[in-house]
């Protein structure tokens, strides 16, 4: 009996996945693995009214027919392997750091044509391998202005061509270097235009990467170790990159010639609760005129409260929202219920509208990239934005008084929320532009102006 077998025996995705009580992105890996997690095995049997014998006495994972047959050829030239859980091995040139633990993820791509040190180092990416469509990685290098964060948060990256000598003026460090450094793996002369393909017909798949620096290749435990792995639904990861302890910032944006400034009269006091926050926000939040206190992602209502913000900041992030909003959503709506002004972006939308009384579910793309068209419905003008997310609002959920404000122009998703009764509002991409265009710069403006609307009312 089949993965499918099973699933129609259910009632199909959408019943399996009900009946489950996992998420349609879950019943999609199963089939595309070729395998289903012990843990829901008994959940199956008692829905379906299968037993054991059905089944031969054994899972999709000890049959013959579980695993695909593999190419144990290694190309001439080829140093490292991504190998995907459907079984599909796509040969390349590894760099950066030789791996010792084969990373697992989920990959995806991203369309942007610049700013990749920016999108590496971007906390939302905890978890999954990047494929950049664009060809050019690496060729203006890497330099210590450029970091999201203090490390690399992707668990490796794809590209098309091998990564040449950095022709920028302000490079510091060769890309295979600093990834080296950072113990980060990647893989060239891959095929990114069909891997993008595949990924845009069937999902964002799981998949191992390798550059083992003895060239040995133990392809059937890499493949096992990517259907093993039970995706990005359910999984929280802010934990994960979030803040230890709470502390001020006061750095501002880049200016030419001057670098980074300084916010040395601030207006009004924000708390920025940090999900995996991106530097360049907490720098657009202090140019608006803010002094910014940063919290840990696990913050309660009452510590946030505590350092008595004007308002309160809801930062991007990985993982699945649901997931996150176990500690999150409690946390959000004792903000609400205090009256403080809440802005939030990427997965802080996410939360919000899940604090507010709304579902999210699993996008099957995702959207990453500086060039995604976002109409805002308040003004009718379209906005080219940055973004990095896989989860988004379920509009059908939204509760009365919430309204959508923003709809993307690529599938018709929600990428805004207002809630004008509670002082709140959310969008779904990125306005601090790093990297990517600064149409939606006007949205920290905003949360100014809904500060102080707020204070003298």
């Not at 003004?379 to 940055?386: A, D, L, P, R, Y």
Request: glycine residues 12%.
């Amino acid at each position: 009996m089949t993965i499918d077998d099973i699933i129609e025996r259910l009632g199909g995705a959408d019943a399996a996945s009900t009946l489950l009580g996992v998420g349609g992105e879950a019943v999609r890996k199963w089939r595309q693995s070729r395998a289903i997690p012990a843990k829901h095995w008994p959940a199956i049997i008692a829905a379906s009214g299968l037993t054991l014998d059905d089944l031969t006495g054994r899972t999709p994972l000890q049959t013959s027919q579980a695993m695909p047959e593999l190419a144990t050829d290694i190309p001439e030239g080829a140093t490292a392997a991504l190998v995907l859980a459907d079984g599909a091995i796509l040969w390349g040139r590894g760099f950066g750091a030789h791996t010792t633990e084969a990373p697992v993820g989920e990959v995806c791509f991203n369309t942007g044509l610049t700013g990749y040190q920016e999108t590496l180092t971007d906390p939302s990416y905890a978890g999954q391998i990047i494929t950049f469509t664009f060809p050019h990685i690496g060729n203006v290098g890497t330099n210590p202005e450029d970091l999201e964060a203090t490390g690399i948060a992707a668990r490796g990256l794809v590209v098309k061509q091998d990564i040449t000598e950095p022709a920028n003026w302000r490079s510091a460090q060769h890309l295979h270097a600093w990834l080296r450094a950072q113990g980060k793996t990647g893989i060239a002369g891959v095929d990114t235009r069909a891997l993008t393909s595949r990924i845009r017909d069937g999902g964002a798949p799981t998949g191992v990467l390798c550059f083992p620096a003895d060239g040995q290749f133990d392809l059937a435990g890499l493949l096992a170790k990517a259907a093993a792995w039970p995706g990005l639904e359910g999984m929280d990861l802010a934990k994960d990159v979030t803040c230890g302890q709470s502390y001020g910032w006061d750095e501002a944006e880049w200016a030419w010639p001057t670098g980074f400034a300084r916010q040395t009269a601030p207006t009004r006091h924000v708390v920025a609760v940090d999900y995996g926050a991106k530097r360049n926000i907490l720098r657009c939040l202090a140019s608006t005129g803010f002094r910014v206190t940063v919290v840990p992602a696990t913050a309660t209502a009452a510590e946030i409260l505590s350092h008595n913000p004007d308002g309160v900041f809801l930062s991007n992030g990985p993982g699945d929202p649901a997931a996150t909003g176990v500690y999150a959503v409690p946390a959000i709506q004792g903000v609400l219920a205090a009256g403080k002004p809440i802005f939030g972006i990427c997965l802080g939308h996410q939360l919000l509208a899940l604090a507010l009384g709304a579902k999210t579910y699993k996008l099957a793309r995702g959207h990453r990239g500086a060039n995604q068209p976002v109409k805002d419905l308040t003004t009718g003008k379209v906005e080219i934005t940055s973004q990095n997310h896989g989860f988004a609002v379920d509009v059908a959920t939204l509760p009365a008084g919430v309204s959508v404000t923003h709809q993307s122009l690529f599938d018709g998703s929600n990428e805004g929320i207002a809630c004008p009764g509670q002082h709140a509002f959310s969008v779904q991409y990125h306005p601090e532009a790093s990297p990517g265009p600064s149409d939606s710069h006007y949205l920290f403006g905003r949360f100014a102006e809904l500060i102080e609307r707020s204070a003298n009312a």
